[in-house]
């Protein structure tokens, strides 16, 4: 970590660096080139000066705009550089904890070959471990494919508390015993044009982030329901500290992460927020966000059902059965 730190730190000095001389070698001369203008036109004589004037001008106007315009997208490169570095210092992390204790509990296994009840503890651990590392992989490969245009959905109707059945299922052994958790799902909803394995993994998602930054001890609640506008409504909601209302674009960005101390503690990507959004514009729906501070969190995935067939002209239906007539 003060190797990445370290990282950081150089990185803002570069970028510092790149801004002081962009000032030095444009903003200074560009002044001066203003004054020079403004001089020109206003105190110069004939017309030749009053163009070179108004050119002056001209050029300090768009030597400004495209000067402002580069430290926007300076910026924007160093936000994202250190993002990617936290990102980069995340995954690492994910990755080592789950090697590191499958490297320990084959060691346990190699010390206590003879205490079968040890080897089969340890077995069941590594399995477990091995799983979690699957899933983290599964994720960063995931989203490669969806930055790359490469993922594609398999698009069908679905029953929608099936799914949503699946993704409980699926979020089950994530959650500790001391977790509240309970479902509120309307038996007679619509169905859904839906990739299941990927509106599974999204609802997955939602609810370990719910699990995960929610209180102590965490409550968790998913409804689904049909809305007045049509098709499924899934919300996902928790006890946690709540999301400041600036912050509500940006947590569905790419390796974004709320700057709180809490969360950066609690283990993740900062991917996964960002795959739901991927997930739910595939689907053609929306994500809609509920948060306010000390007051916990509300994500909702609104889904649209399937087309209805289109009712045939009755012009063509008439033709149709006097063909079939004749």
């Known amino acids: 970590m003060k190797t990445v730190s370290r990282g950081q730190n150089r990185q803002r000095l570069g970028y510092r660096r790149i801004v002081q001389l962009l000032v030095y070698l444009v903003i200074i001369p560009t002044g001066l080139l203003l004054i020079l203008g403004l001089v020109l036109m206003f105190l110069g004589e004939g017309s030749v000066n009053l163009l070179l004037g108004i050119l002056t001008v001209t050029f300090v106007s768009v030597a400004v705009t495209g000067l402002i315009l580069v430290l926007v997208f300076v910026r924007r490169e160093a936000n994202l550089s250190e993002l990617q570095a936290d990102f980069v210092s995340k995954v690492s992390h994910e990755l080592r904890t789950p090697l590191t204790a499958i490297r320990l509990f084959a060691e346990t296994i190699e010390r206590s070959r003879e205490d079968e009840k040890t080897v089969d503890q340890c077995l069941d651990l590594m399995r477990e471990e091995c799983e979690r590392l699957t899933r983290r992989i599964e994720r960063l490969l995931d989203w490669g494919r969806m930055e790359a245009g490469r993922r594609l959905y398999d698009l069908r109707d679905q029953n929608a508390p099936d799914v949503i059945a699946q993704a409980i299922d699926a979020f089950s052994p994530l959650r500790t015993s001391n977790v509240d ?87 993740g990507s900062g991917l996964g927020l960002a795959i739901v959004k991927h997930v739910v514009r595939a689907h ?43």
């Not at 309970?182 to 609810?207: C, G, Q, W, Y």
């Not at 006890?239 to 283990?267: C, M, T, V, W």
């Not at 009712?311 to 006097?322: L, Q, S, Y």
Request: proline share 9%; hydrophobic share 35%.
């Open 284 to 326: 053609r729906g929306r994500i809609v966000l509920e948060s306010e501070p000390g007051k916990g969190s509300t994500f909702t995935l609104v889904l649209p059902s399937p087309p209805t067939p289109r009712k045939r002209n009755a012009r063509a239906e008439r033709t149709e059965a006097e063909a079939s007539g004749s």
């Open 181 to 267: 958790f309970a479902s509120e799902i309307d038996p007679h909803l619509p169905l859904l044009r839906a990739d299941r394995d990927a509106l599974v993994d999204a609802l997955v998602n939602l609810l370990s982030n719910a699990f995960k930054y929610g209180g102590t001890p965490p409550v968790v609640r998913l409804r689904a329901y049909a809305p007045a506008t049509g098709g499924v409504a899934i919300s996902v909601t928790d006890n946690g500290p709540g999301i400041a209302r600036p912050e509500h674009r940006r947590i569905f960005q790419k390796f974004y992460r709320i700057d709180d101390r809490l969360s950066r503690e609690r283990e």
